[in-house]
């Protein structure tokens, strides 16, 4: 029996025999956990977690944001949930082109404003899947919303940070500004109202009537192109898709398929599969790990965008040929050069996963893209707005440019495991473009060298991005050293990067990991 070291700082593992829940909040896990303890499934408590930290974590998530998730019933078939919003009908190359953007979508511009998609997924969820009422499901988040929550001490820190931003707008300024202190009490009236009315007339209460027509009118007066149809043609706008999945020693991993990046998650992991892992040194397995993600990344940057624009692309990429011709690629020695496109830099998602006592799982995913989203608040609804149109591109003929309708490329992405057909893990790791990296190191350290859960999450993380090497501050400098001596270009960063929940079933015990690195935890009975 290997022995925890109590006094490294670091979390041990959390245990249970029925349900659990692991989010990156703890009173999203608080929420959830009594939905499963009242008998909800974890649909529900998925809902309630996500209802909660969408007003206690609000520059991660909101009701003005997108969603994913991947849903395993017991023993059954894994479905992929797409609720990611679509670009104005109006919206195209030429038109923003002709408002004066020309080759990317500010994040505070009313163009990144893509219609939300969370309520539509959110309400989706729970007409298909739901066994409590919305409005038991949304108390605790309007409780909150309307009453005030403690500010927790990593949602303090982003606030502080993020707060020249959303200095910009005069309405987000009235809100959230001054940023307030760990333990202080903020609260979201009008948030509360909104709940209130989504709860009471489901996705209608959001995407119709009033509350969309003072939304359109605002993103008008911004400049945007939205209309009140882009809005209610969003009503019942999420969609049951088929999830795509790729083999790795022995287990399936199930991604979401584009828009997602999923597909670059699963492309590493074939990649390194190529690989001993388990017998390569660290900075071995980190350079590894750094060329496959240049080589997904430049693949999914120059074809990924909406699904009608790129059909087929998981299939190509994912072919025995392709993975070997990428393999094939890598070079021990040295480091390759930097990719042809760049994403956006973003970081700001939550991530959470359930299991139920019946043996369902979710992995679930919901963001505003950059910290407070577009940094744009609708002085009349409450509601910020996600940014999640600054990944579009403006060069025609793209996959991944901007036109009517389209859903942008998606760094969120939830994580499924299962293995003999059976859901055996729902994982996810947050961090925008660092995700589809961080699913494959971190599924890396637990399948190929056995690492607990919490263990995995705990380790020093890399990123090739940028043309350069972005290592977590506790990353030792011999490996560093070794890694710069092979080209790579090493930029040692001065906080946390991303962070991570998953749940782990096996014969009645349920294992459970959440990252650290964020305010929550994993907690089951």
Request: hydrophobic fraction near 45%; charged fraction near 20%; proline fraction near 7%.
């Given at each position: 029996?290997?022995?925890f070291?109590?006094?490294?700082?670091?979390?041990?593992?959390?245990?249970?025999a029925?349900?659990?829940i692991?989010?990156s909040?703890p009173?999203a896990?608080?929420?959830g956990?009594a939905?499963?303890?009242?008998?909800?499934?974890?649909?529900?408590?998925?809902?309630?977690?996500?209802?909660?930290?969408?007003?206690?974590?609000?520059l991660?998530t909101?009701?003005g944001g997108?969603c994913?998730?991947?849903?395993?019933?017991a023993?059954?078939?894994?479905r992929?949930l797409?609720g990611?919003?679509?670009?104005?009908?109006?919206a195209?190359?030429a038109?923003?082109?002709?408002?004066?953007l020309?080759?990317?979508i500010?994040?505070?511009?009313?163009h990144?404003?893509?219609?939300?998609?969370?309520i539509?997924?959110?309400?989706?969820?729970?007409?298909?899947?739901?066994?409590l009422?919305?409005?038991r499901l949304?108390?605790?988040?309007?409780?909150y919303?309307?009453?005030?929550y403690?500010?927790?001490?990593?949602?303090?820190?982003?606030?502080?940070?993020?707060?020249?931003?959303?200095?910009?707008d005069?309405?987000a300024?009235a809100v959230?500004?001054p940023?307030?202190?760990?333990g202080?009490?903020?609260?979201?009236?009008?948030?509360?109202?909104?709940?209130?009315?989504?709860a009471?007339q489901?996705?209608?209460?959001?995407?119709?009537?009033?509350t969309a027509?003072?939304?359109v009118?605002h993103?008008a007066?911004?400049?945007?192109l939205?209309?009140?149809?882009?809005?209610?043609?969003a009503?019942?706008?999420?969609?049951?898709?088929a999830?795509?999945?790729a083999?790795?020693?022995?287990f399936?991993?199930?991604e979401c398929?584009?828009?997602?990046?999923?597909?670059?998650a699963?492309?590493?992991?074939?990649?390194l599969?190529g690989f001993d892992?388990a017998?390569?040194?660290?900075?071995?397995?980190?350079?590894?790990e750094?060329?496959a993600?240049?080589l997904?990344y430049?693949?999914?940057?120059?074809?990924?965008?909406?699904p009608?624009?790129?059909?087929?692309?998981?299939?190509?990429?994912?072919?025995?040929?392709?993975?070997?011709?990428?393999r094939?690629?890598?070079?021990?020695?040295?480091a390759?050069?930097?990719?042809?496109w760049?994403?956006?830099?973003?970081?700001?998602?939550i991530?959470?996963?359930?299991?139920?006592?019946?043996?369902n799982?979710i992995?679930f995913?919901n963001s505003?893209f950059?910290?407070?989203?577009?940094?744009?608040?609708?002085?009349?609804?409450?509601?910020l707005?996600?940014?999640?149109?600054a990944?579009?591109?403006?060069i025609?003929?793209?996959?991944?440019?901007?036109?009517?309708?389209?859903?942008?490329?998606h760094?969120i992405?939830p994580g499924?495991?299962t293995q003999g057909?059976?859901?055996?893990?729902p994982f996810?790791?947050?961090g925008?473009?660092?995700?589809?990296?961080g699913?494959a190191?971190?599924?890396?350290?637990?399948?190929?060298?056995?690492?607990s859960?919490?263990?995995?999450?705990?380790e020093?993380?890399?990123?090739?991005?940028?043309g350069?090497?972005q290592?977590?501050p506790t990353?030792?400098?011999?490996?560093?050293?070794?890694?710069?001596?092979r080209?790579?270009?090493?930029?040692?960063?001065?906080?946390p990067m991303?962070?991570?929940?998953?749940i782990?079933?096996s014969?009645?015990l349920?294992?459970?990991?959440?990252?650290?690195?964020k305010?929550?935890?994993?907690?089951?009975?």
């Open positions: 029996m290997t022995r070291d109590f006094l490294s700082g670091r979390r041990a593992p959390s245990y249970g029925r349900a659990m692991a989010t909040h009173l896990s608080a929420a956990l939905v499963l303890a009242e008998g909800g499934n974890a649909v529900d408590a998925a809902i309630a977690a996500s209802t909660v930290q969408a007003v206690a974590d609000p991660m909101g009701i997108d994913f998730a991947l849903y395993a019933p023993g059954g078939a894994v992929a797409n990611s919003g679509r670009a104005p009908a109006a195209s190359v038109a923003l082109q002709a408002a004066g020309t080759d990317h500010p994040q505070t511009s009313p990144a404003v893509t219609v939300p998609g969370a539509s997924a959110w309400c989706r969820l729970h007409a298909d899947l739901g066994s009422p919305l409005s949304f108390r605790d988040a309007i409780g919303a309307r009453d005030g403690p500010v927790t001490p990593r949602v303090a820190q982003d606030w502080a940070d993020a707060a020249a931003l959303i200095g910009g005069p309405h300024a959230f500004l940023a307030p202190a760990a202080a009490r903020h609260a979201q009236p009008l948030l509360a109202d909104r709940l209130e009315e989504i009471a489901g996705a209608a209460g959001f995407y119709q009537g009033d027509a003072q939304m009118a993103l007066s911004l400049g945007g939205h209309t009140e149809r882009d809005f209610a043609e009503t019942e706008g999420a969609e049951w898709v999830p795509i999945s083999s790795y020693r022995g399936e991993v199930h398929p584009p828009n997602g990046q999923g597909v670059a699963l492309l590493i992991l074939k990649i599969e892992m017998a390569l040194s660290p900075a071995d397995r980190i350079h590894v750094a060329e993600t240049k997904a430049h693949h999914r940057d120059a074809l990924l965008g909406d009608d624009h790129c059909p087929g692309l998981a299939e190509a990429l994912l072919s025995d040929p392709a993975i070997a011709a990428l094939g690629r890598i070079d021990m020695a040295r390759q050069p930097p990719v042809l760049d994403e956006p830099e973003h970081k700001d998602t991530y959470l996963c359930v299991v139920d006592a019946e043996g799982a992995s995913i505003i950059h910290g407070f989203g577009s940094g744009r608040l609708d002085p009349a609804t409450g509601v707005f996600h940014s999640r149109g990944s579009f591109w403006l025609p003929g793209h996959p991944n440019a901007i036109g009517p309708r389209k859903r942008p490329m760094t992405i499924m495991v057909g059976r859901a055996v893990m996810g790791v947050m925008g473009q660092y995700q589809a990296t699913h190191a971190f599924l890396s350290a637990v399948i190929d060298r056995g690492l859960l919490q263990a995995a999450m705990d020093p993380r890399s990123f090739a991005t940028e350069v090497l290592v977590e990353m030792p400098q011999d490996i560093c050293d070794d890694l710069a001596a080209g790579h270009v090493i930029k040692r960063l001065a906080g991303g962070g991570a929940q998953a782990r079933m014969d009645g349920l294992e459970g990991g959440s990252d650290s690195r305010d929550g935890m994993a907690i089951g009975f």
